[in-house]
């Protein structure tokens, strides 16, 4: 009965936030243009026509998400905080394991969402087919969840002190080192057309980073969500 | 009573042990042959990298006391272990180039334990922000309990993953010391007591003035 409860729970605000989202569509339309600002800026670095550009594009990639991925998750906690919003939801009966899992749901679905348009368009800019290697996806599953899981527990935390703001970069980047590394590392070697053995050590990091914060968060994040 | 006595003979201790530690280097260890003086840095830098790492383990075991029991002690010992941790991790990465340069001839290289240092160093620094940032004394012990759990577990990560980074590249860097003589392990081994007394001085000074300011502003 409980656990059936924390599933609806999950699977309504999931729905909550997808809707608020779709009516408006402010947050993802801005970090999409924003994550296609920071491809362009980057792309500065190298000169025009050179073979430079496939050797960093994983790099670029990856930097482009997590920084337009910040602006995202600070936008969806604020939106939560600013109105009260998750006050009023800590009313309710609902349990805080499905605000937290919601809230990581909604936010891996507009991540999803984001690189669903970000990543055909990054292949025309940088002539790089980033899925050539059906490996790819994976790596983007699992770094995204990586990246959203930690994402949300921080914002939360962030969205309550006083400097918001810079509070979730200071935070979230130092402990996110592994799995953006791995993932830049395991998508350069895609692009150079490496075989699997060379990347897999870089897949694996990312799944098992993955499993141990997903324990972690499961056990530490009840006092975060709380008020 | 005891327990003001015997921080009181740990305070001194540290106040002795310190030239004590600093005799050892440069006078009981004998001259690097190819290194000369500037290998002597390793005494402090080694016991330095200690208290820094060490120190996270205190905050994270203090962060989970804290989030069971909910105490002011964790909370303040917790705070206090990263405070001095984040001290001695920057003295790690100050006396670090400044062996590295004139022994490797850089400043800095992206080896595992230089990198993991420095990441340790922001995860630290982010808690020192943190506390600083939050008004509400248990929201504030909470939410850092939770960075200081993740922080813990997150190191060990970071270690591995700027080793498998590296590996693929050649190794310009052999780190570690291998054949250590016998009376420069000892002189090591003094500066560690020592800078583990003086770690546990500056911890009980942090935790009875965390202790007092919150006596002081319950009060008024």
Request: aromatic share 14%.
């Amino acid at each position: 009965m409980a656990k059936n409860n924390i599933l609806k729970d999950t699977i309504a605000i999931i729905r909550k936030d997808v809707m608020l989202e779709f009516h408006t569509r402010e947050v993802i339309s801005s970090m999409l243009v924003f994550a296609l600002l920071v491809v362009v800026v980057f792309s500065f670095i190298f000169e025009p026509g050179e073979h430079e550009q496939q050797r960093i594009a994983g790099g670029v990639y990856w930097m482009a998400l997590v920084f337009s991925g910040l602006l995202g998750l600070g936008k969806s906690m604020l939106s939560e905080t600013s109105g009260g919003n998750l006050e009023a939801l800590l009313l309710t009966p609902t349990s805080r394991n499905a605000i937290f899992l919601g809230k990581v749901f909604s936010n891996l679905i507009f991540m999803f969402a984001l690189q669903a348009v970000m990543l055909p368009l990054f292949v025309i800019l940088y002539e790089v087919n980033l899925l050539s290697d059906p490996m790819m996806l994976a790596v983007i599953a699992a770094t995204t969840y990586g990246f959203v899981l930690l994402g949300t527990l921080f914002s939360l935390i962030a969205s309550r002190t006083r400097t918001r703001e810079i509070m979730l970069p200071l935070l979230l980047l130092p402990v996110l080192v592994p799995i953006l590394l791995a993932a830049i590392q395991a998508t350069n070697a895609m692009v150079a057309m490496s075989p699997l053995e060379d990347y897999i050590k870089w897949i694996r990091l990312i799944v098992v980073f993955d499993i141990i914060f997903t324990a972690i968060s499961l056990v530490v994040f009840d006092p975060v969500v709380e008020e | 009573m005891l327990k003001s006595k015997l921080f009181f003979v740990i305070d001194v201790l540290a106040i002795v042990m310190i030239p004590v530690a600093l005799w050892f280097a440069f006078f009981y260890a004998p001259l690097e042959l190819r290194m000369g003086a500037i290998q002597k840095i390793f005494y402090f830098h080694v016991a330095s990298a200690w208290v820094g790492f060490a120190a996270l383990f205190v905050t994270f075991v203090c962060s989970i006391i804290f989030l069971i029991k909910r105490n002011h002690f964790s909370d303040d010992l917790a705070a206090a272990s990263a405070g001095i941790g984040l001290l001695f991790c920057t003295v790690v990465l100050m006396t670090g180039p400044l062996w590295a340069r004139p022994t490797w001839g850089v400043w800095w290289t992206w080896d595992p334990r230089l990198t993991t240092t420095l990441i340790l160093w922001f995860i630290y620094a982010g808690y020192v922000f943190l506390r600083k940032f939050i008004d509400d004394p248990d929201k504030r012990g909470k939410y850092c309990a939770v960075l200081g759990i993740i922080g813990f577990f997150d190191v060990p990560i970071v270690f591995l993953s700027i080793r498998f980074w590296r590996t693929i590249h050649p190794n310009v860097v052999q780190s570690g010391g291998g054949g250590l003589h016998p009376d420069m392990r000892t002189a090591m081994f003094v500066a560690l007591g020592a800078f583990t007394l003086l770690y546990i001085s500056l911890a009980n000074k942090r935790v009875r003035l965390a202790k007092l300011e919150r006596e002081y502003y319950t009060a008024e």
